[in-house]
């Protein structure tokens, strides 16, 4: 099984910056699609930013301009810089690594790490 690792979080304030990492284990991620999403109190789970094997990258809106997701294969590595960070981004942060196996959606969750954006 896949292990997955999230590091970064923590608190920043409004306008500030922050990189979240996530490192994997079990597989080599270069086989898989690799993804950030975030769950704030009382509300489901959202895309924030997903990357694919050959590097194509998917940015929800909010996220757009702000968040930039990179991946290195050799590091087994996945990263989510933030930058002009803002309150409504204060959530838990959670990595998601994903192969498609005939037809099959294989998903694989990370613990999640705390981001708080506050003065």
């Known amino acids: 099984q896949v292990q997955l690792v999230e590091s970064g979080g923590g608190l920043a304030q409004p306008g500030g910056s922050l990189r979240l990492s996530c490192t994997t284990s079990?597989?080599?991620?270069?086989?898989?699609?690799m993804g950030w999403y975030r769950q704030a109190p009382g509300k489901q789970r959202e895309l924030v930013a997903t990357v694919t094997s050959t590097g194509t990258t998917n940015y929800a809106d909010s996220a757009k301009g702000r968040f930039t997701i990179s991946r290195d294969n050799a590091k087994n590595t996945v990263y989510l810089q933030m930058n002009s960070l803002k309150p409504e981004d204060t959530a838990v942060y959670y990595c998601?690594?994903?192969?498609?196996?005939?037809?099959?959606?294989?998903?694989?969750w990370g613990q999640g790490t705390q981001v708080t954006v506050s003065s």
């Open positions: 079990g597989s080599i991620i270069s086989t898989y699609t």
């Open positions: 998601n690594a994903k192969k498609r196996v005939w037809g099959i959606d294989y998903d694989y």
